[in-house]
């Protein structure tokens, strides 16, 4: 217990082995601790692996298993160099190189056969054993799983151990020549199996030069290595390529760059350090969820597999944690939607999701551009919520001492940029509702609004189309794609259908004025028998006709349907129409039974509007916390006078969704709001 510690360990490492000798002579579990100090001490030869956890706890694992898990060790020798021998045939090794493998596993099957022999007679022995069952006797202790505290301590203790060996284990940038997706499709049906493009002329083709060397960068999703062979599977942000490590090929640029000197989990060796760890270290330096960049040349495996046969490799960002369930991706709903990082790493299919949202906005701020449309921003915090029916989210200004709300809307703003002279505006941005959250719903999301002067709900109706359309061939293969269990058909026009009319096609005698009073109660009797719930507390027939709309007929809206012509009473911003007393000219846009679109001809009457402002905010007085108020400075603007102006709303998220695929509101926004984890 007196012998000296190599004089090349730091004195930060010499504390770490002082304690873990002293847990060895407090351990109870351990009747000799000073022949496990000793083999400690001793030189790599010994060959035993050691193992440390965050909480200061050391365990020793002897690599000589005792005889009674000698069978089970034997088989997993087997298997393994098995698979090793299978992946180096795959990857055309000589039958000369291959012939020392083989030779290793018939030895491991002969020692197999041996210890079968001469523990057959204890084995039938065991079998009398009263109460014992041959599974019970062939059942091994499982393995201990190290935890993410040990784990993230285990690769913190590697980057400890690239710094002392003057390797920077956080790079500032590293130069790409191609994306794996680049990869695939200047090889595709290129390089027969087993050949590589040894000068990577085929990757430099369309850049007007030779050849060169061809380098990548993205996280290491999976490594697999076989003695003097390494395979990883590498992730960029446009899909995996596969990459092949060689002893000897990475030992050409650095003899140590391929050396193995680990502890425990990879953690590179103390006494060992500087004398055997190459600057690229790259079995004991690397795990799955690290960042590393490789320099090589492309071939195609004898399986066919695309790969870049690695010439050096650099570590660009060293993980801390490991990937979640080893890379079996995250299943649980909520840590994905919690942890949206590693939902983003393991699933590609999300990425993809957010890479299309993408396009898609672009698509959008693209159309509207070439139509002559300018984005103008407008404010987040109001001092009247306005342009539509929902509860604010309320905050505070503690400076200007004012009560404020975030938008609701961004109509209201909008407008009045009609009014100052701009023909055409709109925001795409983030609207704030203090409402419910389901599947549909999200208190923040993000919708499209656009006026244009001199057009109406027509015109808007059209120009939808044409926008969704537009978005939709951005990121579909057609104009026909799923959604669920249905398949939805974008090929325009759309249906076009009344309020009014649709309710009939659910309730046939439902044929009543609006504007008579009188007939509000037939109305709710009408309603009630057809199954539409509270409609007893509804004051107008307007009122009855959208909740019969709503209840009876928006859920069986699947393909694109605009429902047009509103009751006035749900419509405070809407003009008249032209021709039915007590509708307004509106349209609503359905798909997949949820609206994805708004529509007006806005009303540009100040008297009428302050009207039906008035109307709300009666309503609010009244208790109705998603009515509004009377926005004097929107009225004082529209008396200057507004022109005649159709305006449109787009759920951004909504219209995600469908061209998605994506059941869920939160599955297309990045970041949901949800409540802290317990």
């Known amino acids: 217990m007196n012998k000296k510690l190599p004089p090349l360990i730091p004195t930060s490492k010499r504390v770490i082995m002082t304690s873990f000798l002293l847990s060895l002579v407090h351990s109870s579990r351990r009747n000799t601790p000073q022949l496990a100090a000793t083999a400690f001490l001793s030189p790599p030869s010994t060959r035993t692996t050691i193992a440390r956890s965050t909480l200061g706890r050391i365990r020793l694992y002897s690599e000589a298993p005792a005889s009674a898990d000698r069978r089970t060790a034997l088989e997993q020798s087997i298997a393994t160099k098995g698979n090793e021998i299978r992946l180096l045939k795959e990857n055309g090794i000589n039958k000369e190189d291959l012939a020392p493998h083989v030779a290793q596993l018939l030895d491991l099957k002969s020692q197999l056969a041996g210890f079968d022999d001469s523990s057959d007679g204890n084995t039938k022995q065991s079998d009398k054993h009263e109460g014992s069952t041959e599974k019970e006797q062939k059942q091994t202790p499982e393995k201990e799983e190290p935890s993410v505290n040990e784990l993230r301590a285990s690769r913190l203790a590697k980057v400890s151990a690239m710094r002392e060996a003057g390797v920077q284990p956080y790079a500032y940038r590293y130069e790409c020549t191609h994306?794996?997706?680049?990869?695939?499709?200047?090889?595709?049906?290129?390089?027969?199996?087993?050949?590589?493009?040894?000068?990577?002329?085929?990757?430099?083709?369309?850049?007007?030069?030779?050849?060169?060397?061809?380098?990548?960068?993205?996280?290491?999703?999976?490594?697999?290595?076989?003695?003097?062979?390494?395979?990883?599977?590498?992730?960029?942000?446009t899909g995996v390529i596969q990459l092949q490590f060689d002893k000897k090929r990475l030992g050409e640029r650095d003899g140590e760059s391929f050396k193995v000197s680990v502890l425990g989990w990879g953690v590179v060796s103390s006494d060992e350090n500087r004398e055997s760890c190459g600057r690229f270290n790259l079995k004991a330096w690397t795990d799955t969820g690290d960042i590393i960049g490789a320099t090589g040349t492309i071939r195609r495996t004898d399986k066919g597999e695309l790969t870049l046969y690695a010439k050096e490799w650099t570590m660009l960002t060293k993980s801390a944690l490991p990937l979640p369930d080893k890379f079996h991706g995250l299943t649980d709903i909520s840590k994905r939607y919690r942890n949206r990082h590693l939902d983003l790493i393991v699933n590609p299919s999300v990425r993809d999701t957010f890479y299309k949202r993408a396009k898609i906005t672009s698509s959008l701020r693209r159309q509207l551009d070439e139509r002559g449309f300018l984005e103008i921003e407008t404010p987040v915090l109001h001092t009247q919520p306005g342009g539509a029916e929902a509860k604010p989210f309320e905050t505070y200004h503690n400076t200007m001492d004012m009560e404020l709300t975030l938008r609701i809307a961004t109509e209201l703003h909008l407008k009045r940029l009609i009014i100052g002279g701009f023909p055409r505006v709109y925001e795409l941005g983030r609207i704030f509702r203090n409402e419910g959250i389901s599947t549909r719903h999200n208190p923040e999301f993000t919708s499209v609004e656009l006026y244009q002067a001199y057009a109406d709900y027509h015109d808007m109706m059209d120009l939808t189309e044409e926008l969704v359309c537009g978005m939709a061939s951005e990121v579909c293969e057609s104009m026909t794609i799923p959604y669920g269990e249905h398949t939805i058909s974008l090929e325009r026009p759309w249906r076009r259908v009344t309020m009014h009319d649709i309710v009939k096609e659910e309730i046939p005698d439902f044929e009543f004025d609006l504007l008579d009073p009188s007939t509000l109660e037939a109305a709710k009797a009408a309603a009630t028998r057809a199954g539409v719930p509270d409609v007893n507390k509804l004051t107008t027939v307007g009122y009855v006709l959208n909740a019969c709309f709503e209840e009876l007929c928006e859920p069986k809206l699947i393909q694109p349907t605009f429902v047009i012509d509103y009751p006035v009473e749900v419509s405070p911003l809407s003009k008249p129409h032209r021709s039915k007393p007590g509708m307004v000219e509106r349209f609503e846009l359905f798909a997949t039974g949820r609206e994805m679109a708004n529509s007006f001809s806005e009303l540009t009457d100040p008297v009428d509007q302050r009207e039906r402002f008035e109307a709300q905010a009666a309503k609010k007085a009244a208790g109705d916390e998603e009515a509004c108020g009377v926005d004097e400075e929107f009225l004082m603007a529209l008396e200057q006078g507004m022109p005649p102006t159709g305006g449109l709303g787009i759920g951004i998220d909504r219209l995600v969704m469908l061209l998605t695929n994506s059941p869920s509101i939160r599955d297309v926004i990045a970041f949901p709001l949800l409540k802290p984890d317990a």
Do not use: H
């Open 179 to 237: 994306t794996a997706a680049q990869l695939m499709a200047l090889y595709e049906d290129k390089l027969a199996e087993g050949e590589e493009d040894a000068e990577n002329s085929i990757a430099f083709s369309q850049r007007g030069v030779q050849g060169g060397d061809v380098s990548v960068a993205g996280r290491i999703m999976a490594r697999r290595v076989f003695g003097k062979l390494a395979f990883y599977a590498l992730q960029d942000e």
